[in-house]
């Protein structure tokens, strides 16, 4: 019972440095999501997607692109990292897209220092 | 104003006791709401879908008040499991679904 894999669980960035948050699910789940959760802030959508090549904006999208070339994958792209990326970022799925939502199925969640 | 807002507390009651939360949304068209609960360095998971006529789990009672733009959440009879943060979920209409939290309210039971 894989669900939503989300790796690295941990990473050290340096200011500057690039690099790729991966997400999968495996329960053929057509919306993806990715978010970041900061103290005191909740969580906050940052990109989302309702089907393998399409993707769209969410609350907080600058500094980060995604792209969703099959179902099962949407990764999360840190171009250029700052320390105002240090976060916790969680992906999620659910079966159902609008104008219905469904339960949101998180990963374990990628805890980012942009140092 | 923010699109979901929640009372950020921490609510903190002696066991046996009842609780309410209240959030509130600035979407009118909003058609989707959830109560998702989220322990300490976990991720949330759904606690309960929300229904205009009301619905019950339990020890767990959601409400939704589509004049005023507000969902519930009453715990009776709290137990020191329900400590946590209760994250309010509302969606977004438009050409496609976004799914946007509340800043979540920390519940903790005291013996």
């Known amino acids: 019972n894989a669900g939503v894999t989300q790796t690295p669980k941990f990473q050290v960035l340096k200011t500057g440095q690039s690099m790729t948050l991966q997400c999968a699910q495996d329960?053929?789940?057509?919306?993806m999501s990715w978010y970041r959760q900061d103290p005191g802030m909740g969580l906050r959508l940052i990109h989302y997607s309702v089907g393998a090549g399409i993707t769209d904006q969410g609350e907080v999208p600058n500094g980060y692109n995604v792209s969703r070339s099959t179902t099962e994958d949407f990764p999360l792209r840190l171009l250029s990292a700052a320390p105002s990326q240090t976060s916790v970022y969680f992906c999620?799925?659910?079966?159902?897209?609008?104008?219905?939502?469904?339960?949101?199925?998180f990963g374990e969640g990628s805890r980012l220092t942009v140092l | 104003r923010k699109e979901v807002e929640q009372d950020p507390g921490p609510f903190n009651v002696p066991e046996g006791a009842t609780v309410a939360f209240n959030c509130t949304y600035s979407n009118s068209a909003s058609q989707s709401f959830f109560w998702y609960r989220q322990d300490c360095r976990k991720e949330p998971k759904l606690l309960m879908s929300v229904y205009s006529s009301g619905n019950e789990d339990g020890r767990f009672t959601a409400q939704l008040n589509r004049a005023s733009q507000y969902i519930s959440l009453l715990i009776r009879d709290s137990k020191l499991s329900d400590s946590a943060t209760y994250l309010c979920?509302?969606?977004?209409?438009?050409?496609?679904?976004?799914?946007?939290f509340g800043s979540g309210t920390r519940l903790s039971i005291r013996p």
């Open positions: 999620a799925s659910s079966y159902a897209i609008y104008p219905n939502t469904g339960e949101l199925f």
């Open positions: 979920v509302v969606n977004m209409p438009s050409s496609a679904s976004k799914i946007i």
């Open positions: 329960m053929n789940h057509e919306y």
